[in-house]
């Protein structure tokens, strides 16, 4: 059962990964999976000692029947020496019963600098200068100006189904008031959750960073000095770095499946499974050694969890570089998620690129403080003591696709899968913010997906009951030719989809970057057009009852 519940402020911060040393400099850790299960952890052990020729010091069960072995080598000296890892998982890949060997690589959690030029200025922290809630393009639109309630909350304020729960893979949470009744609690009012870090039950933020408060405050806080995204959300808060912010992945994959509701050896049952995850961090292999790949285990971890009809949205990274995403944002069935600051452009530190799913609010400090996310932190720190702050980073926009996900779960009549959530939130996003400075602009040759969250037409097109949904055609759908110094759609009369047909009704040459950002409008008469500058195409409605605009690109038809 759930405790009390209701409204909630929200807050966010942001992390990044760079390497951290194990605790111990004198073992490394590995993650092994058998092709056939092993119950004898004494057998495994014996085993793996002797074919690494090394001192198995550990072996603990993970989910989904994997392992993690921690290895102190003969000689300690040669801890930070890669060829000895690499050694070492040569010879477990080399047996006929190992399925998989990985390194248990790890990630430290921490939040983005502020902007050097920036002069930051302190204000106390206000529901009023939350300009990601408001209007776009900066806002999501929960709400047009403070206390109006006339966006996505219009539809769900005073709309109380069971309560949806929203995983926080992050450093824990303080017991902030404005977050404490939106967390999950037992009959008896004890706050559920668990510390991956050290498999017990304190999910008490001890990094002093307060990065989890912040997330989940985002989602699911509710104050005076701010409000957060949804008043049918709980927050289940899971713990993954120890008090140094530092992680092994093995606790992320494990945090995974335990989120949804799979069994972890030596972990109690979760009763409460999450319907989105958010996870705010990324993994690396060593300093000045990122990996842009997602491993076997944490693949399956991912599948698992969309599998069971969760949502997982991730932090796209902070690296202001083009497709540069670390696991677990790598990974296929996320979410991948870039940042935008107040005018609806580019965030100065978002990655971007063609495999970004699309933007939302992660603050931007060039604007100063007020340009960063409000959001809650210690109870007795942040600005003025007062417990709450601005920050910002793609860890900030995340949390606020976790809350609008958990909204559109909480309003939807009949159960949702996790790609028609996706789906939704992905054809109803509004435009970018206009700028003539391409690098700022989230178009073009820097794209930052499918354009930014909206909370009101993501809520609205779940109410209406679409049966299908659907974006313009992309630039790549198309065949171009040249025009003078430009470029022409003229070869493709007819565009022909699985649930839509387009034609054209209008040419011309202009500039490439032109027809790679496609707008959708409605005319008086009710047709839909797919605009590329001066090339225009209009939607085939006959085989549909009825087709309107859902978002800046985006159309839902019923049959």
Not at 42 to 57: C, E, F, M, R
Not at 61 to 68: L, Q, S, V
Not at 286 to 312: H, I, M, N, W, Y
Request: a negative charge.
């Amino acid at each position: 059962m759930f405790s009390k519940w209701g409204l909630f402020s929200l807050g966010i911060l942001l992390s990044s990964s760079t390497f951290a040393e194990p605790p111990s400099s004198e073992s490394i850790r590995f993650m092994i999976k058998f092709k056939k299960n092993h119950q004898q952890l004494i057998q495994i052990k014996k085993q793996l000692s002797a074919l690494t020729q090394a001192t198995i010091t550990d072996v603990q069960p993970m989910a989904n029947n994997a392992f993690t072995i921690q290895v102190k080598p003969s000689n300690p000296a040669r801890i930070k020496n890669r060829t000895l890892s690499t050694s070492i998982l040569q010879k477990l890949r080399a047996q006929p019963d190992i399925l998989y060997a990985l390194p248990d690589r790890i990630g430290y959690i921490k939040p983005v600098a502020n902007p050097s030029a920036s002069e930051m200025m302190y204000p106390l922290p206000s529901h009023n200068i939350q300009w990601d809630e408001f209007l776009p393009p900066g806002g999501i639109l929960l709400e047009t100006k403070p206390g109006l309630r006339d966006g996505a909350w219009s539809f769900t304020t005073g709309y109380k189904p069971e309560p949806i729960v929203i995983a926080v893979l992050d450093t824990g949470v303080a017991l902030h008031p404005a977050l404490v009744a939106n967390l999950v609690q037992d009959n008896e009012g004890t706050i559920l959750g668990w510390n991956f870090a050290n498999n017990n039950s304190n999910i008490l933020d001890e990094t002093h960073s307060y990065h989890g408060t912040h997330v989940a405050g985002t989602i699911a806080g509710y104050s005076n000095e701010m409000i957060g995204v949804g008043e049918h959300l709980k927050v289940l808060p899971i713990k993954i770095p120890d008090a140094s912010g530092m992680f092994y992945e093995s606790a992320v994959i494990n945090a995974i499946y335990w989120a949804v509701g799979a069994e972890v050896p030596g972990v109690p049952h979760n009763r409460y499974p999450a319907k989105v995850l958010n996870m705010s961090f990324s993994i690396d292999i060593g300093p000045g050694e990122e990996l842009e790949a997602c491993d076997s285990l944490l693949q399956e971890a991912v599948t698992f969890a969309r599998d069971k009809g969760a949502v997982l949205a991730v932090a796209a990274g902070n690296s202001n570089e083009l497709e540069h995403f670390n696991a677990p944002a790598v990974c296929e069935g996320t979410l991948k998620i870039a940042a935008t600051g107040p005018t609806g452009l580019r965030s100065y530190y978002s990655n971007y690129g063609p495999t970004i799913s699309f933007a939302a609010p992660g603050g931007d400090k060039r604007f100063g403080e007020l340009g960063g996310i409000l959001s809650a932190v210690h109870p007795n720190g942040g600005v003025q003591h007062s417990g709450y702050d601005f920050y910002q980073g793609t860890s900030m926009a995340t949390p606020h696709v976790a809350g609008v996900a958990g909204l559109i779960f909480a309003v939807a009549e009949h159960p949702l899968q996790a790609a028609e959530v996706e789906e939704l939130l992905t054809k109803t996003t509004h435009d970018f913010g206009e700028s003539t400075n391409p690098y700022n602009s989230c178009v073009g040759d820097i794209p930052c997906g499918h354009g930014i969250l909206d909370a009101q037409n993501a809520v609205k097109a779940t109410l209406a009951h679409y049966d299908v949904l659907f974006s313009a055609p992309k630039f790549a759908d198309m065949a171009a030719a040249p025009c003078g110094n430009s470029i022409s759609l003229a070869t493709n009369d007819t565009l022909v989809f699985k649930n839509s047909s387009w034609k054209k009704i209008t040419k011309g040459c202009q500039n490439l970057n032109d027809y790679q950002h496609p707008r959708i409008v409605q005319n008086a008469d009710g047709t839909i057009d797919a605009i590329y500058g001066v090339v225009r195409y209009r939607l085939q409605t006959a085989r549909y009852k009825f087709c309107e605009v859902i978002g800046f690109d985006g159309v839902g038809c019923q049959n």
